[in-house]
């Protein structure tokens, strides 16, 4: 009985491995699914309930993520220091923060959210060509979950990335025709 419960959800596991590669292989990610009509979620989105209560809960409505004002980092060490001081916190303590006095204009910020949007939501063959899991060559990438192979199961989500630094500038040539300013 013991042995039969064994391969029963060894089988499970290599179905589920099987589904998972074969989502990935399509590059069409979420949207593909659910421009295909999908009917029924895929195991791999699912998350079990005694996974989502081993993470804390609040229902405090109060709770605010941290605000970082960036005016005045380029005024002085100290300024700057500070700042820096309060992104770390908050990125050790929440996460998650939001920063203004950033300098970047709402119209271009709501042009990038504009680019991105019509990104997803255009012909899946256009997408496929920055559908990627190598964050190590390509600067510009698009998937489904970075760690869909790796996770219990994975988010709903699908992602378009960009990778910059100073030792990866970045190049608009490389980003996706629709994501690109236009004047």
């Given at each position: 009985m013991e042995i039969q419960a064994e391969q029963d959800m060894k089988s499970n596991?290599?179905?589920?491995?099987?589904?998972?590669?074969?989502?990935?292989?399509?590059k069409a990610g979420v949207k593909g699914l659910v421009d295909a009509g999908v009917s029924k979620i895929p195991p791999f989105f699912k998350h079990k309930p005694r996974v989502i209560h081993d993470f804390p809960v609040s229902t405090d409505s109060n709770i605010k993520v941290p605000l970082i004002d960036f005016d005045g980092i380029d005024k002085d060490a100290s300024s700057r220091c500070k700042i820096i001081?309060?992104?770390?916190?908050?990125?050790?303590?929440?996460?998650?923060f939001q920063l203004v006095n950033h300098g970047i204009p709402t119209t271009i910020?709501?042009?990038?959210?504009?680019?991105?949007?019509?990104?997803?939501?255009?012909?899946?063959?256009?997408?496929?060509?920055?559908?990627?899991?190598?964050?190590?060559?390509?600067n510009?990438?698009?998937?489904?979950?970075?760690?869909?192979?790796?996770?219990?199961?994975?988010?709903?989500?699908?992602?378009?990335?960009?990778?910059?630094?100073?030792?990866?500038?970045?190049?608009?040539?490389?980003l996706p025709p629709i994501c690109r300013y236009s004047p």
């Open positions: 596991n290599d179905c589920l491995k099987n589904e998972v590669k074969a989502f990935d292989e399509s001081d309060q992104i770390r916190n908050a990125c050790e303590k929440w996460g998650a910020l709501d042009e990038m959210m504009d680019g991105i949007r019509k990104f997803h939501e255009q012909d899946v063959e256009k997408k496929k060509e920055y559908y990627s899991r190598d964050y190590n060559t390509k510009v990438l698009y998937n489904s979950n970075f760690n869909l192979y790796e996770a219990r199961a994975v988010g709903w989500r699908d992602t378009l990335t960009f990778i910059t630094g100073v030792h990866r500038p970045p190049n608009p040539q490389e």
